[in-house]
């Protein structure tokens, strides 16, 4: 089955514990993002990579890292996650051009204490 | 600034009726634009792409207009069903190349 997988999908932690979230797509996708998404602001975007070892910010990438070393893993990094860091993630993936939509991963909540 | 605004952020309606939710949008040239729904913690899924040179796009009950003039896509669900309740998310290409924005979507409540 064509999908994007997160991990965990539930995570409570405390202010400066780094943490990794994990994302894989199995589709052979070129585009990989990063989304968080929050009350009556929708979702934004962290960072989004063109394939691999090619990574760009988003809107809001203070504080967060990521890295593309193959085409199917794009991890989320907080080195030292604060409470305005809590939120609801989603990893997303498509071909570059041709695919006609994102498809979503089932998302990570977040919570950091 | 750029900006995506989706009309409103619940939109009520009766069974059995058409549901139209707006998506506009200000300094963006889109070359197309996307509707997802998505429910309550799980991700958004894809329903429709319509793209800058097409007026009109369909999917089963499912219809999307796109006015680059208005700036303005409107997307509308007909025979409307409890199971139709969601939040539908429009999205846009800032650059051709698939480096889509969200608007904060509109929660769709249909009432049997």
């Known amino acids: 089955e064509a999908q994007v997988t997160q991990n965990p999908r539930y995570l409570i932690t405390v202010t400066g514990k780094k943490l990794t979230v994990t994302c894989s797509q199995n589709?052979?996708?070129?585009?990989m993002s990063w989304y968080r998404q929050d009350p009556g602001l929708g979702l934004r975007q962290i960072y989004y990579?063109?394939?691999?070892?090619?990574?760009d910010k988003g809107d809001v990438p203070e504080g967060y890292k990521v890295s593309r070393k193959e085409k199917r893993n794009f991890p989320l990094i907080l080195e030292s996650p604060s409470p305005n860091q809590t939120s609801l993630y989603f990893c997303?993936?498509?071909?570059?051009?041709?695919?006609?939509?994102?498809?979503f991963g089932s998302g990570t909540r977040l919570t950091v204490v | 600034s750029q900006k995506i605004e989706q009309n409103s952020e619940a939109l009520n309606i009766q069974e059995g009726k058409t549901a139209t939710l707006t998506c506009n949008y200000t300094?963006?040239?889109?070359?197309?634009l996307q509707w997802y729904r998505q429910d309550p913690g799980r991700g958004p899924v894809f329903l429709l792409l319509?793209?800058?040179?097409?007026k009109e796009k369909r999917k089963e009950r499912l219809k999307v207009t796109f006015d680059t003039t208005l700036k303005q896509s409107l997307f509308h669900i007909t025979a409307s069903q409890p199971a139709d309740s969601a939040t539908y998310l429009c999205?846009?290409?800032?650059?051709?190349?698939?480096?889509?924005?969200f608007g904060a979507g509109t929660r769709l409540t249909v009432k049997p």
């Open positions: 990579s063109m394939n691999v070892e090619v990574t």
């Open positions: 997303a993936s498509s071909q570059i051009l041709g695919q006609p939509g994102y498809t």
């Open positions: 319509i793209r800058e040179n097409e």
């Open positions: 999205a846009l290409d800032l650059d051709n190349n698939n480096d889509m924005r």
């Open positions: 300094n963006y040239s889109p070359a197309y």
């Open positions: 589709m052979n996708h070129e585009y």
